[in-house]
């Protein structure tokens, strides 16, 4: 195994556990923060949390990966920033060749982070961890 592999697995790796850090703070928020004093309850909040990532997870289930949904809203965008800035009059002055190439790397750079943070087994069956974590959660809360 390669130094840079091994250093982009690693990468990889720590980037996973801080998105499993961030999520896991949406379940510590109740026992900071006084949800009552916005009328939601805790039993309330974990609930919505759940039924939000059912939600998240039949549509992934039932349609393309979330990352290239994402993925093709990327290159849409960036086709129809270049089409504006084209019909635009500050078109002219603008690189066209230059900010497109820009808006390709950024591309290849969100999918190499995409696909290097997901493991094999959410490409084929989904985020299952979160749902499971929520509904969990849900459950040791009453």
């Known amino acids: 195994m390669s130094t840079l592999s091994r250093m982009e697995q690693l990468r990889a790796m720590a980037l996973r556990k801080l998105i499993h ?3 896991s703070v949406f379940l510590i928020i109740p026992f900071i923060v006084n949800l009552n004093a916005y009328g939601i309850s805790t039993t309330l909040y974990f609930a919505l949390i759940a039924l939000g990532v059912s939600v998240i997870y039949v549509i992934q289930v039932k349609r393309p990966i979330i ?35 820009g808006l390709m790397r ?37």
């Open 21 to 23: 850090v961030v999520l």
């Open 67 to 101: 990352t290239i949904v994402l993925l093709d809203a990327l290159t849409s965008a960036r086709r129809s920033i270049l089409q504006q800035i084209t019909k635009s009059p500050i078109g002219s002055a603008i690189p066209i060749d230059t900010l497109d190439d």
């Open 106 to 142: 950024l591309e290849r750079t969100v999918k190499e982070l995409l696909e290097s943070v997901e493991r094999d087994y959410e490409r084929r069956g989904g985020y299952l961890g979160i749902l499971m974590g929520a509904i969990g959660v849900l459950i040791s809360s009453y």
